[in-house]
């Protein structure tokens, strides 16, 4: 079986350590790029915590650092979740900097995908900015991108704000370009992150599991995304898992756009399940987890990492 070519976007973040390790060691999935993007902390941090985490999973994929601000608000962060590192709590080795382009992620990502023999599937877990100037310089691209699966918004409430969800909140301007692009997008968003949940019980068993195990177990006692004691929550790893497992969820076609002008609700996805706005489908939406399998899957794919 052929593997299917990635290019990761993110901003570790305790939940995207787990997302990068269950995709860089899965056998379906090539990761061909991993770029980084403010957002949970500053740009600088999480590029530093992505380069400790592939010296700790040993491997050797190239990074490039990203925005290091929204298009256009200034930058929010998720340090109350994870800690001001942005991955606290386990003791990193430092990185292999010859990982790390001189490149800017988005020059990166427009000559992977544009030389790539095969489409490449878009995996953005952090804020939309890479991917929304992607396709503003290089619209090109498009025409060989798969497909975007994204973690990110809500059908409902949010968790940044009231309305909305933090990666779509962090820029929403971004966001609205990304579910504009007319390209398939499958959001993984707040719905079945709230159901997608690791507990004490099974952060145990990741302990003393592999070297990864291990780190994870650490990091998840200093994350604030749920509780260490009645369920962590796993967005990120949700997106990999619609990539690994779609049949864990349950979808619907509809229409999707960003709020951008609400006092109250920027950054909102307006997720329009009854077609009150009568616009044809842009995103598949997941909106229900079955959330045993999913523990299941999660704990069995760490097992296959180092």
């Not at 350590?17 to 902390?41: K, P």
């Not at 060989?144 to 962090?170: K, P, W």
Request: aromatic fraction near 8%; hydrophobic fraction near 40%; glycine fraction near 6%.
């Amino acid at each position: 079986m052929s593997k299917k070519p990635i290019i990761i976007d993110t901003d570790p973040g305790i939940d995207d350590a787990a997302a990068l390790a269950i995709a860089l060691f899965s056998e379906e999935l090539d990761v061909r790029l991993i770029t980084t993007v403010n957002g949970n902390v500053s740009l600088e941090k999480v590029t530093y915590n992505t380069l400790r985490l592939l010296k700790l999973f040993e491997k050797n994929i190239s990074v490039a650092k990203g925005a290091e601000r929204p298009l256009i608000e200034d930058p929010i962060d998720a340090s109350n979740v994870h800690g001001e590192t942005g991955m606290d709590g386990y003791e990193f080795e430092e990185p292999d900097n010859s990982l790390l382009l001189e490149e800017h992620a988005v020059t990166a990502m427009y000559k992977e995908i544009i030389n790539s023999d095969k489409k490449i599937t878009l995996l953005p877990i952090g804020p939309l900015t890479n991917i929304a100037l992607l396709f503003r310089l290089y619209p090109e691209v498009k025409e060989n991108i798969e497909e975007i699966v994204l973690m990110g918004g809500s059908s409902g409430r949010g968790n940044s704000s009231v309305m909305a969800e933090f990666n779509i909140h962090a820029d929403p301007e971004a966001a609205k370009i990304v579910f504009s692009s007319g390209l398939p997008i499958v959001m993984a968003g707040l719905d079945v992150g709230l159901k997608a949940l690791i507990y004490p019980e099974d952060s145990e068993q990741l302990k003393d599991m592999n070297k990864t195990g291990h780190m994870i177990y650490h990091l998840f006692k200093k994350y604030r995304g749920g509780s260490f004691n009645t369920g962590l929550k796993m967005y990120d790893s949700c997106a990999v898992a619609y990539l690994l497992k779609p049949e864990l969820f349950e979808t619907i076609d509809t229409y999707v756009d960003v709020e951008l002008n609400g006092a109250m609700t920027k950054g909102a996805t307006i997720v329009d399940f009854k077609g009150y706005l009568n616009k044809e489908s842009n995103v598949r939406v997941c909106v229900d987890i079955n959330a045993e399998e999913f523990k299941k899957w999660f704990i069995d794919s760490i097992q296959k990492c180092n």
